[in-house]
């Protein structure tokens, strides 16, 4: 066997076989020792017919056509374990498959292959981007929710049910009558006045007491379920239980039993920290996004088919995987939409299979064409970051990980050569329309009188 490669244009190889006859011969006698024990010849036992007894009757090349298939498999898997011209991908196609008159086999196998990427200018690049910068509502927001989460609930007993209560209610709704899905439950914490019950309802367990059993009527709204938009209900409600709920004050007292911190100056001091390093990494991360895009856009990528589906498939899986958490299919989610699978498919998750296959691309050209370095010390320190995340041992990890050190070596050459691009580039706000210059406001008013006349 021998083969020839060439490229048929930027996404697609061929190797061109040529497979002699004497192997094709021997091909076809191993086809002939695996398939004669299913071929049933009249007057002999299932195995036994010999091989020119059942060529007269099923055709002289019968097993040289099983032959043909036996070869091209095992011709492009010998061949492709050895191949580095380019990077094959995808599911191959045997094409100008012959059978020769002398028995000689020859047949073409094309394939995908990843193209190469012309990176355009990503050295010296002008990229627009609008940073975060410090607020202090941001730290007032998350000392709120501090508060919120220690917040102290207060059992009441001795008086009925008021608004911004938290009543502990069993209810069954009917319509007609006829119970409905999803109005019947048990223990439910009702906030009264939140407005997350259909208007009316508790605005009639306000007066209510503990214990206490009624009927209220309500009326769903228009724009409710089909099923149960406009229609009169009643509710069958006990009152199980009331309760309130105390966010404390931020103090002193309250810092030193609830932080390492002995007062608020100190407690806020950490607040304000802690935003000022979320916004640094914010910015960082949103850098290194525009100047990938910037880098992405200038460059010229041909991406093939079947890369773009083996992307498509395993982001297929992983939403799968998502919604299988959340106890549902795929195909459950699908029929939601009122669409088949696979037009979900084609115009949700293969354009993000799309965009993930030309960044793959981008990033393999990146460190094909810089090759950065990556020293123990480098892959020490990614540890250690690691460490803190995951709160674990440096060590640890590293042990834990050991079968993934390629993978994060190739993620701190990204970091390297992304950090690189920043240092090198330029950033600017995006224009605001107060930042147009006045003569362009001019032109363009000048533009719309003469369209007017």
Same mark, same amino acid.
């Given at each position: 066997?021998?083969?020839?490669y060439?490229?048929?244009?930027?996404?697609t190889?061929?190797?061109?076989?040529v497979?002699? %006859?004497?192997t094709?011969?021997?091909?076809?006698?191993?086809?002939f020792?695996r398939?004669?024990?299913?071929?049933?010849?009249?007057?002999f036992?299932?195995?036994?017919a010999p091989?020119?007894?059942i060529e007269?009757?099923?055709?002289?090349?019968l097993?040289?056509?099983?032959?043909?298939?036996?070869?091209?498999?095992?011709?492009?898997?010998?061949?492709?374990?050895?191949?580095?011209?380019d990077?094959?991908?995808?599911?191959?196609?045997?094409?100008?498959?012959k059978?020769?008159?002398?028995?000689?086999?020859?047949?073409?196998?094309?394939f995908?292959?990843?193209?190469?990427?012309?990176?355009?200018?990503?050295?010296h690049?002008?990229?627009?981007?609008?940073?975060?910068?410090?607020?202090?509502?941001?730290?007032?927001?998350?000392?709120?929710?501090?508060?919120?989460?220690?917040?102290?609930?207060?059992?009441?007993?001795?008086?009925?049910?008021?608004?911004?209560?938290?009543?502990?209610?069993?209810?069954?709704g009917?319509?007609?009558?006829?119970?409905?899905?999803?109005?019947?439950?048990?223990?439910y914490?009702?906030?009264?006045?939140?407005?997350?019950?259909?208007?009316?309802?508790?605005?009639?367990?306000?007066?209510? +007491?503990?214990?206490?059993?009624?009927?209220?009527?309500?009326?769903?709204?228009?724009?409710?379920?089909?099923?149960?938009?406009?229609?009169?209900?009643?509710?069958?409600?006990?009152?199980?239980s009331?309760?309130?709920?105390?966010?404390?004050?931020?103090?002193?007292?309250?810092?030193?039993?609830?932080?390492?911190?002995?007062?608020?100056?100190?407690?806020?001091?950490?607040?304000e920290?802690k935003?000022?390093?979320?916004?640094?990494?914010?910015?960082?991360?949103?850098?290194?996004d525009a100047?990938?895009?910037k880098?992405?856009?200038?460059a010229?990528?041909q991406?093939?088919?079947?890369l773009?589906?083996v992307?498509?498939e395993?982001?297929?899986?992983?939403y799968?995987?998502q919604?299988?958490?959340?106890?549902? +299919?795929?195909?459950?989610?699908?029929?939601?939409?009122g669409?088949?699978?696979?037009?979900?498919?084609?115009l949700y998750?293969r354009?993000?299979?799309q965009?993930?296959?030309?960044?793959?691309?981008?990033?393999? %050209?990146?460190?094909k064409?810089?090759?950065?370095?990556?020293?123990?010390?480098?892959?020490?320190?990614r540890?250690?970051?690691? %460490?803190?995340?995951?709160?674990?041992?440096?060590?640890?990890?590293?042990d834990n990980?050991?079968?993934?050190?390629?993978q994060?070596?190739?993620?701190?050459?990204?970091?390297?050569?992304l950090?690189?691009?920043?240092?090198?580039?330029?950033f600017?706000?995006?224009?605001s329309?107060?930042?147009?210059? %006045?003569?362009?406001e001019?032109?363009?008013?000048?533009d719309n009188?003469?369209?007017?006349?």
């Amino acid at each position: 066997m021998s083969y020839t490669y060439q490229r048929l244009n930027a996404t697609t190889g061929r190797m061109s076989f040529v497979v002699d %006859a004497e192997t094709m011969h021997d091909a076809a006698q191993k086809a002939f020792l695996r398939e004669r024990k299913k071929i049933r010849i009249p007057g002999f036992r299932p195995g036994k017919a010999p091989r020119s007894v059942i060529e007269r009757m099923y055709g002289e090349n019968l097993f040289l056509q099983y032959a043909m298939d036996d070869v091209v498999e095992e011709s492009f898997t010998s061949a492709i374990v050895d191949f580095n011209e380019d990077r094959y991908i995808g599911q191959p196609k045997v094409a100008n498959a012959k059978l020769n008159d002398d028995d000689s086999f020859t047949f073409d196998v094309d394939f995908a292959i990843v193209p190469d990427v012309e990176l355009g200018d990503y050295q010296h690049l002008d990229v627009e981007l609008e940073e975060e910068v410090y607020d202090e509502k941001n730290v007032e927001a998350a000392i709120a929710q501090d508060l919120k989460n220690h917040k102290r609930t207060e059992e009441i007993t001795d008086r009925a049910a008021q608004m911004d209560d938290i009543a502990s209610i069993d209810y069954a709704g009917s319509v007609d009558g006829v119970p409905f899905e999803g109005g019947t439950a048990n223990g439910y914490d009702l906030v009264l006045g939140s407005g997350s019950f259909i208007p009316g309802f508790e605005e009639q367990v306000v007066g209510m +007491t503990i214990g206490e059993e009624k009927d209220i009527d309500v009326t769903f709204p228009e724009n409710y379920a089909p099923q149960l938009a406009g229609k009169a209900a009643v509710f069958h409600i006990k009152l199980n239980s009331l309760h309130t709920e105390e966010i404390p004050e931020l103090t002193d007292d309250y810092v030193a039993d609830t932080t390492e911190f002995s007062t608020v100056a100190e407690y806020r001091a950490d607040q304000e920290a802690k935003e000022h390093k979320r916004i640094e990494v914010a910015n960082d991360n949103a850098r290194k996004d525009a100047v990938f895009a910037k880098v992405v856009e200038n460059a010229n990528v041909q991406v093939p088919d079947a890369l773009v589906d083996v992307y498509t498939e395993q982001i297929t899986q992983n939403y799968s995987a998502q919604l299988k958490r959340s106890g549902m +299919t795929l195909d459950e989610y699908v029929k939601m939409t009122g669409m088949d699978k696979q037009r979900f498919i084609q115009l949700y998750l293969r354009p993000e299979g799309q965009a993930q296959a030309v960044s793959e691309l981008v990033i393999s %050209a990146l460190i094909k064409k810089e090759d950065p370095e990556v020293t123990e010390e480098m892959l020490d320190a990614r540890f250690e970051e690691m %460490a803190e995340a995951y709160n674990t041992p440096a060590q640890t990890l590293k042990d834990n990980f050991a079968n993934q050190i390629d993978q994060i070596k190739h993620d701190i050459k990204v970091d390297v050569i992304l950090d690189k691009l920043i240092a090198n580039a330029t950033f600017h706000a995006p224009a605001s329309e107060e930042d147009v210059p %006045a003569n362009e406001e001019v032109e363009a008013e000048e533009d719309n009188q003469d369209e007017n006349t």
